[in-house]
C-alpha cells in the first residue's frame, strides 16, 4: 500500500451484512494514481464518435486518464488518434480544442506535421548534423485504436484482446444504438456541456 493510502478503503463483512467504501477511495490522488496504472493502461476506453470530425482534416482535442490527445481525420480520410506532444521536446502540438488543418505545428521548435502524422519540415534541420530521419518523428498514435461502428475506442496496452472480444455481450448495446440511423449515418449532436467535481471518476459514476 502506497504511503498515505489507507488500508481500509473497502470493508466487505457478508456474514455481518456490511459492504462499506471509505470516502477517501473518492478523492485521493494516490488512489486515482493506482487506478490509472492497473485500470485504465490496460483497458479499452471510448473516446468519441467518427461524426465528429466529419471532413477530411477535421480534429478535436480530448485529454483521456490525463494524457492530451487529438482526434483526426486526415487527408487520406482515415480516422486516427495521436498523442499531442512533439516527439523532439514533448510540447503539445496543437492549443486549439477543435478546428480543420492541412498540418500541425508545433508552437516550440516549428516542427510541422501532416495531418495524417508524418513529419514534414523541421526549421533548421542542417543542425542535426544529417542524422535526423524523419520518419522515426512522426505524431505518435496511441498503441491501440479501433472505430466500431463509427464509435472510436483506443488501448494504451499494445497487448490488450482485441476490442470486440473485450465488450462481449455490451457490443450488442452498442449495435442497438448504431442501428437506430439505419440506412443513414449516425451523428453527434453539435456543441457540449463541461462540468466539475471535486471527486474521481467512481463519484461522478454514482
Known sequence: MS??????????????GI??????????????????????????????HESEVPRRGDFKLRTMIGRPLILCRGEDDKVRVFINSCPHRGAEVCQEPSGNKRVFSCPYHSWTFK??????????????????????????????????RGFIFICYDPDAMPLEAYLGGARIY????????????MEVIRGSQLYSARANWKLLVE
Open 115 to 148: 495531418n495524417t502524422g508524418e513529419l514534414i519540415d523541421v526549421l533548421a534541420e542542417d543542425g542535426y548534423c544529417g542524422v535526423l530521419k524523419r520518419a522515426d518523428f512522426g505524431l505518435r498514435e496511441v498503441p491501440r485504436s479501433t472505430n466500431y
Open 19 to 48: 459492504f462499506r467504501v471509505n470516502r477517501a477511495a473518492m478523492v485521493l490522488p494516490e488512489v486515482f494514481e493506482a487506478e490509472k496504472r492497473l485500470i485504465f493502461d490496460k483497458v479499452w476506453l471510448y473516446l468519441g
Open 174 to 185: 452498442l449495435d442497438y444504438v448504431a442501428d437506430q440511423a439505419g440506412a443513414g449515418r
Open 3 to 16: 504511503q498515505g493510502m489507507p488500508s481500509n478503503l473497502i470493508v466487505d463483512d457478508p456474514d455481518a
